[in-house]
Nanobody
Framework: QVELVESGGGSVEAGGSLRLSCAAS????????MAWFRQAPGKEREAIAA???????TYADSVKGRFTVSKDNAKNILFLQMSSLQYEDTAMYYC?????????????????WGQGTQVTVSS
């Protein structure tokens, strides 16, 4: 059974940092792309970072230079290090995976999704 479980969300002041984790099971994630998305109330789901099976990363302009995506293939964990957080980063954050080895910043590229973890940034 494929499962993605996010953790690490919480409340932080503007300018602060958080690290999100996504634990994956039931799938060979080392061969698949993975990505982070977010969705704020009343807004569409936004792709923010994605990583190929070989570790190459791509970012949305809104987070470039502030967020870093990485993964631990041995432990099947995807990370999102978020720094210089802004009020506009407040959203539910989701991880997604597979089945393609190359990563794209579009939701329908990914077959598996987690339940999300909330990030709230106070100004």
């Amino acid at each position: 059974q494929v499962e993605l479980v996010e953790s690490g969300g919480g409340s932080v002041e503007a300018g602060g940092s958080l690290r999100l984790s996504c634990a994956a099971s039931g799938y060979n994630y080392s061969m698949a792309s993975m990505a982070w998305f977010r969705q704020a109330p009343g807004k569409e789901r936004e792709a923010i970072a994605a990583i190929d099976s070989d570790g190459s990363a791509t970012y949305a302009d809104s987070v470039k230079g502030r967020f870093t995506v990485s993964k631990d293939n041995a432990k099947n964990i995807l990370f999102l290090q978020m720094s210089s957080l802004q009020y506009e980063d407040t959203a539910m954050y989701y991880c997604a995976s597979g089945p393609h080895p190359n990563a794209l910043l579009i939701p329908h590229w990914y077959a598996y999704w987690g339940q999300g973890t909330q990030v709230t940034v106070s100004s």
